[in-house]
């Protein structure tokens, strides 16, 4: 079964305003991977976190990982109707090379 | 243009049929993956292949099967022993088997069993 929890499942926001979606694990996780996927699109990779405490960037994007390396973020500022999509996790851990997808947040934006 | 094709877009069977989805990519990867999804959940690997001739079983790999005779192409196979086919099928592929690689996604392949 699923092995990170990604919260919340679903996030109704109006267009300007920020969104957050966090995944959270019971365990280290050795790296994790952001994806987006558009209605009725297929995943598209956003970005990877590596490094403790790690925060990347992209444009309007904040990416997080945890200093314990167990859990991650996405912070979406001033949402527009182009960021609507189901983002989702993917964190690996241990020795594993495989990802494990989190059931994702999908995101609507009210314009 | 490179990236990977799956083939049909919308696929329809009847109880009990075998289905074989088409997975095709042009990008020179070394491995391939197949994953299931279902509304409101994630992505669940069914089988992945890092080299030619050679693939492994997912998290759900009960009732599917899978060859890899190309690099280039990665068919999944339904079978009639899964019990609850209906979902969306995405292909993906990535340079080599690391943690750190991204997977490139196919458009993916509705499935309905009826």
């Known amino acids: 079964g699923q092995q990170v929890m990604q919260i919340p499942q679903y996030q109704h926001v109006q267009e300007g305003e920020d969104f957050t979606t966090y995944c959270n694990s019971s365990?280290?996780?050795?790296?994790i991977q952001w994806y987006k996927q558009r209605p009725g699109g297929h995943p598209v990779f956003l970005i990877q976190l590596v490094k403790s405490g790690e925060v990347k960037k992209q444009k309007r994007l904040t990416f997080q990982f945890g200093e314990a390396k167990k859990n991650s973020s996405l912070h979406i500022t001033a949402t527009q109707t182009t960021d609507v999509g189901t983002y989702f996790c993917?964190?690996?851990?241990?020795?594993?090379?495989?990802?494990?997808f989190g059931k994702g947040t999908k995101l609507t934006v009210n314009p | 243009d490179g990236g990977i094709t799956q083939s049909p877009k919308y696929l329809f069977r009847k109880e009990g049929q075998n289905v074989t989805l088409s997975c095709e990519q042009n990008?020179?990867?070394?491995?391939m993956y197949w994953y299931r999804q279902d509304p409101g959940q994630g992505l669940r690997l069914i089988y992945y292949s890092q080299i030619v001739n050679d693939f492994q079983k997912g998290d759900i790999a009960e009732g599917y099967s899978v060859s890899r005779e190309k690099k280039e192409s990665f068919p999944l196979t339904v079978t009639s022993a899964q019990k609850n086919p209906t979902a969306f099928y995405l292909c993906?592929?990535?340079?080599?088997?690391?943690?750190?690689?991204?997977?490139?996604f196919g458009p993916g392949t509705r499935l309905t069993v009826l």
């Open positions: 993906a592929s990535s340079v080599g088997l690391s943690r750190y690689n991204e997977q490139f």
């Open positions: 993917a964190p690996t851990k241990g020795g594993s090379e495989k990802l494990v």
């Open positions: 990008l020179n990867h070394d491995a």
């Open positions: 365990t280290t996780l050795s790296n």
